[in-house]
Antibody, heavy 120, light 112 residues
């Protein structure tokens, strides 16, 4: 079945870096746009970034622009989020989600999420 | 950015009774292609969000028909005709007409 599994979360100090990954299975990964969405503890959902199916187009929320980089490896069917200059406010569960080819905001499925904690 | 405002913040519902959630957007979600890019997601306790509705009123695959969506322009509503215990969780509206994608603050639905 269609599945997304995130990994790479953990505890990191402010100013540090972390690379998240999202492994896909059950669908033709290279045909779909992909997104990262995050959820701070006890808070709502915040969209972070998207990448086109080829990887040629990316877009970021202002809150992470210049610090985070989204990428994908279609051969390995995986999505990544390189997070640099991390701040305490980046603490959140990070979800990857597949976007419909025709509608960027039609997000299904979502992965189970990976927790990133930024703390000294 | 398009601001999405949901009300109420929380809702306590007796099983079998209806429930309604409102979502207002800061600008029209009607695209020039004729579609309105408003979505509803449900995050059940301890789970990842899941898609319920797209383009205001289209139920996603597997979503029971007790869920319905309505509205146009900037005002939208998600209705549950008869709430069941499995419907508990936080409901989020989201706009998809313009980047960045933005979510409403969420409405927590509990069972009385």
């Amino acid at each position: 079945q269609v599945q997304l599994v995130e990994s790479g979360g953990g505890l990191v100090k402010p100013g540090g870096s972390l690379r998240l990954s999202c492994a896909s299975s059950g669908f033709s990964f290279s045909d779909y746009y992909m997104n990262w969405i995050r959820q701070a503890p006890g808070k709502g959902l915040e969209w972070v970034s998207y990448i086109s199916s080829s990887g040629g187009t990316t877009y970021y929320a202002d809150s992470v622009k210049g610090r985070f980089t989204i990428s994908r490896d279609n051969a390995k069917k995986s999505l990544h989020l390189q997070m640099n200059s991390l701040r305490v406010e980046d603490t959140a569960v990070y979800y990857c989600a597949r976007a419909s080819i025709r509608q960027l905001a039609l997000l299904d499925p979502w992965g189970q999420g990976t927790l990133v904690t930024v703390s000294s | 950015d398009i601001v999405m405002t949901q009300t109420p913040l929380s809702l306590s519902v007796t099983p079998g009774q209806p429930a309604s959630i409102s979502c207002k957007s800061g600008q029209s979600l009607l695209h020039s292609d004729g579609k309105t890019y408003l979505y509803w997601y449900l995050q059940k306790p301890g789970q990842s969000p899941q898609l319920l509705m797209y383009e205001v009123s289209s139920r996603f695959s597997g979503v029971p028909d007790r869920f319905s969506g309505s509205g146009s322009g900037t005002d939208f509503t998600l209705k549950i005709s008869r709430v069941e215990t499995e419907d508990v969780g936080v409901y989020y509206c989201m706009q998809g007409i313009k980047l960045p994608l933005t979510f409403g603050g969420g409405t927590k639905v509990e069972i009385k």
